[in-house]
């Protein structure tokens, strides 16, 4: 079983940044394909990021490409997402999921999941 806890999110201004955390106890966390997958009021929950194993590829839903960054550290058991020149249509709920296999962007196919974290950006 792999338990994820997010953080670091909040009410933040367009324009403006945060950084979100996902940390887990779990030994196995370097052989988990880890991902952020967000949840806006009345729709689904979409694909964000996503990251390999060992940080080695990622990938991004076009809306945010350019603007935000996954990344791992697979020492502290933790996978980070940096969020940049937020829009008031990144509001959400922020998920963050795992899996053992490679990374896709359904979120079905992620067994694991966070509790999730708040991200509010104003206008």
């Known amino acids: 079983q792999v338990q994820l806890v997010e953080s670091g999110g909040g009410l933040v201004q367009a324009g403006g940044s945060l950084r979100l955390s996902c940390t887990t106890s779990?030994?196995?966390?370097?052989?988990?394909?880890m991902a952020w997958f967000r949840q806006a009021p009345g729709k689904e929950r979409d694909f964000v990021a996503a990251i390999s194993w060992f940080g080695r590829s990622t990938d991004y839903a076009d809306s945010v490409k350019g603007r935000f960054t996954i990344s791992r550290d697979n020492v502290q058991n933790v996978v980070f997402l940096q969020m940049n020149s937020l829009k008031p249509e990144d509001t959400a709920v922020y998920y963050c999921?795992?899996?053992?296999?490679?990374?896709?962007?359904?979120?079905?196919?992620?067994?694991?999941w966070g509790q999730g974290t708040q991200v509010t950006v104003s206008s």
């Open positions: 779990a030994r196995s966390f370097s052989t988990h394909t």
């Open positions: 999921a795992a899996r053992r296999a490679i990374a896709t962007m359904k979120s079905q196919d992620y067994p694991y």
